[in-house]
């Protein structure tokens, strides 16, 4: 009877010692991997829904020559705070292209084409909804945008998908409503 | 032909126990891993909290000649505080918060208008409620949806 080949006792040995650096490896690779890689998909599953579209009158479009302004009243939600979820980016989109305009608390209004404002021309600064409030954004372009979308952004700042989407399409903003108000 | 009668191994009992344990493993760090990404909610009559605002009803008005928002109770759930906001052209803004101030079914509250930020004869008011609930051991206040609130005029 051969005797070849390694004994119980290192056999043992080898196996013990493998699984311990399998298990090694698994605790200072795979765990901290996976879980940063959930962490990045997981975190904007509440705050998506933070900063929503209203359906208000005031969101619509004014179309003179040459210029357009689209107005967007947009709220915010009990979801998330705003300690994790402080400002929101909104996408205008027309025909296949998109123009992105964060909106950041405080940030100066634009008045040039591309630039936004809030509805009142007497506010210099971007405004920020607390939870429960509401307000209107005015988009100034060349032509009425076809529809906008808007990305909650994270104070670590990554910006989710979009939470709600509205077509300004047949919305144009019947009187008395307009969008430049003192 | 021999039959070679290999008896090492595992014996089917301990196998199976370790196979059991093995999925129990796997079950718990399982749940306790989805746990995580499921908030617990507040309850209010045994209910989520959300649905206990579809029974509140409340009448309010604001004068401002008296100074004073009025408001009675006729629902059938007792309002913890109130959340008052001002509706304009294009916005809502919060003026004023007040919680703490529990009104009871039946019964009648006040808060003073001079407490608001910036509210004048003419404003539009939107009055929602603040009901409590529970969250395990924990009481929490919970500002209903802004539908279930009443909108009045400041006369």
């Known amino acids: 009877m051969f005797k070849r080949g390694l004994s119980q006792v290192v056999a043992t040995v080898l196996l013990i010692l493998l699984t311990l650096a399998a298990v090694a490896i698994i605790a200072t690779v795979l765990v901290p991997f996976v879980k940063n890689n959930l962490e990045g998909s997981t975190n904007c599953i509440s705050p998506q829904k933070r900063f929503v579209f209203d359906d208000s009158e005031y969101t619509c479009f004014e179309r003179s020559s040459g210029y357009a302004l689209n107005g967007v009243s947009v709220k915010a939600t009990g979801e998330s705070s705003?300690?994790?979820?402080?400002?929101?980016?909104?996408?205008?989109?027309?025909?296949?292209?998109?123009?992105?305009?964060?909106?950041?608390?405080g940030s100066s209004v634009s008045l040039t084409n591309g630039g936004l404002r809030m509805i009142s021309m007497s506010q210099n600064t971007l405004d920020i909804p607390a939870t429960g409030e509401l307000r209107t954004y005015v988009y100034n372009s060349t032509v009425p945008v076809d529809r906008i979308?808007?990305?909650?952004?994270?104070?670590?700042g990554k910006v989710c998908p979009a939470g709600d989407t509205i077509s300004?399409?047949?919305?144009?903003?019947?009187?008395?409503?307009?969008?430049t108000l003192g | 032909m021999s039959v070679i009668n290999n008896?090492?191994?595992l014996s089917p009992v301990v196998a199976t126990v370790l196979l059991i344990s093995l999925a129990l493993i796997l079950a718990l760090i399982i749940f306790l891993w989805a746990k995580s990404f499921i908030g617990e909610k507040t309850i209010k009559f045994d209910k989520p909290i959300e649905e206990a605002c579809t029974s509140v009803d409340f009448e309010a008005e604001?004068?401002?000649?008296?100074?004073?928002?009025?408001?009675?109770?006729?629902?059938?759930?007792?309002?913890?505080?109130?959340?008052i906001r001002k509706t304009g052209a294009g916005?809502?803004?919060?003026?004023?918060?007040?919680?703490?101030?529990?009104?009871?079914?039946?019964?009648?509250?006040?808060?003073?208008?001079?407490?608001?930020?910036?509210?004048?004869?003419?404003?539009?008011?939107?009055?929602?409620?603040?009901?409590?609930?529970?969250?395990?051991?924990?009481?929490?206040?919970?500002?209903?949806?802004?539908n279930y609130g009443k909108e009045i005029e400041v006369i």
């Open chain 1, 82 to 105: 705003a300690e994790d979820a402080p400002s929101f980016v909104l996408d205008f989109i027309n025909e296949g292209s998109s123009t992105s305009a964060p909106v950041v608390d």
């Open chain 1, 149 to 156: 979308e808007i990305h909650t952004k994270l104070k670590g």
């Open chain 1, 168 to 179: 300004l399409r047949n919305r144009p903003c019947i009187s008395p409503i307009n969008l």
């Open chain 2, 7 to 9: 008896k090492k191994g």
């Open chain 2, 62 to 83: 604001a004068y401002s000649s008296d100074g004073h928002l009025n408001l009675v109770n006729r629902g059938n759930v007792p309002l913890y505080g109130l959340e």
């Open chain 2, 91 to 146: 916005s809502i803004s919060k003026v004023g918060t007040f919680g703490g101030r529990t009104i009871d079914v039946g019964e009648n509250g006040d808060i003073s208008l001079a407490e608001l930020n910036g509210v004048s004869a003419g404003d539009k008011l939107l009055v929602v409620p603040m009901i409590i609930g529970e969250q395990g051991d924990q009481k929490r206040v919970y500002t209903c949806e802004s």
